[in-house]
């Protein structure tokens, strides 16, 4: 009985020992894990973003690939070069332009050159904040030294995170243009990419559903990219193009706001027909240039409604909320380039994840009834 009392010392070392052994290499586990993303970290919006661009643009390089006799890198070559040309000199472009509009309503506002017109009656009949911002724009009318000078602070701190945005677009060309070539020598290996993308979906959710999420996951970043993504940078692209060749000032910035706007699904027609009224009614341009130039920027508007029928194959089935959220966080997280993979990848997560809340085994093994209101009748 005393024997059956005393401890047994061997086996608890034996389980100590154990312990000790899965806790390092647990934790040289985590140390591996932490070490690899903190030297991937800078480069894992550029990586993501590349993945996104080589998954969309596959189906066209290998259309291209089967025209010139199946050579895979002569044709992600020929996809890399023509999309550098026809997208980055034009942001090129808008970029500078957006500069310049910031750098000279900074300096217009400290030489005090900047004039402000006169209000509208109308703002002043606006609800909850009519009156108060026809109060703040009367005084910018009227005395815009004064008014700066009592908002100053809050002046100085949106100029700075202006200059910032300015900053970042270089920034962020420079990455786009990097992610841009490694997506095209992703699409050069793209079968057996393919094929590793399709046996980590194994191994996380199975054999049977591993096929499965490889699908959904592709058609979704196509669907995210070409039909939301893609279609709204043609679209800022072509307007601010436009807007710069009116002479319209803060052509960049506006086209920064088509893009958003082209994210989230709401028509430019709120940037394009506001800026189509200032100019026939700024009287500074001619009856024969503004009707030429209205006519550019109303084309320009509209081009989604003839690019959504071919770009966009399958509806988007993450609600658009979840896409401007993704879009609206990856920029602040990480600039211009963020806030398209953000929107990307926020909407295949959705997707992802409410395709797991409705593969339920449980409720694939309960009979069918009426539902829970039934049971409560």
């Known amino acids: 009985m005393n024997s059956l009392r005393e401890p ?3 086996l608890e070392d034996r389980v100590a020992r154990r312990l000790l052994d899965v806790f390092v290499r647990v934790g040289l586990v985590f140390a591996l894990v932490w070490l690899c993303f903190h030297f991937f970290a800078p480069f894992l919006t550029m990586m993501l973003w590349a993945l996104i661009l080589a998954v969309t643009l596959y189906p066209l390089q290998q259309m291209l690939a089967k025209r010139i006799g199946g050579k895979q890198g002569r044709a992600a070559t020929l996809i890399v070069v023509l999309g550098l040309g026809l997208i980055v000199v034009p942001t090129v472009i808008l970029g500078s332009s957006f500069g310049d509009s910031v750098h000279g309503l900074i300096n217009g506002v400290k030489d005090n050159t900047l004039t402000i017109p006169a209000p509208p009656a109308s703002v002043a009949e606006l609800p909850i904040v009519g009156k108060k911002a ?7 009318h009227s005395d ?12 100085g701190e949106l100029a700075g995170k202006a200059l910032g945005i300015v900053a970042s677009l270089g920034g962020g060309l420079l990455k786009f243009m990097f992610s841009f070539i490694v997506a095209g020598i992703m699409m050069a290996f793209g079968e057996p990419g393919g094929r590793a993308m399709q046996a980590i979906f194994e191994r996380f959710a199975g ?5 499965e999420f490889t699908d959904l996951a592709t058609s979704t970043v196509r669907a995210v990219a070409s039909g939301v993504i893609g279609i709204a940078c043609i679209q800022a692209l072509l307007i601010g193009i436009s807007l710069i060749i009116a002479h ?3 052509a960049g910035a ?9 994210i989230v699904q709401v028509p430019a027609a709120i940037v394009t027909l506001p800026v ?3 100019m026939w009614t700024s009287g500074d341009y001619e009856t024969t240039p503004a009707i030429a130039y209205s006519v550019l920027i109303m084309v320009a508007g509209s081009v989604d ?8 194959g399958r509806g988007v089935d993450a609600p658009m909320p979840v896409i401007l959220i993704g879009a609206l966080g990856g920029m602040a997280t990480d600039g211009i380039l963020g806030m398209f993979v953000g929107a990307a990848a926020l909407a295949l997560g959705y997707q992802i994840f409410m395709r797991w809340v409705k593969d339920n085994p449980e409720r694939a093994r309960q009979p069918a009834t009426g539902g829970a209101g039934s049971l409560m009748l």
Do not use: T, Y
């Open 305 to 312: 409604n003839v690019l959504k029928p071919l770009m966009l």
């Open 248 to 250: 319209v000032p803060f």
């Open 207 to 211: 054999i049977a559903r591993g096929a």
């Open 134 to 140: 026809h109060a703040v724009w009367s005084q910018a």
């Open 276 to 278: 189509i009224g200032w």
């Open 144 to 155: 815009l030294p004064a008014l700066v000078k009592n908002m100053q602070p809050k002046i």
């Open 8 to 10: 047994d010392h061997e």
């Open 254 to 262: 506006l086209a920064l706001v088509v893009l958003l706007l082209g």
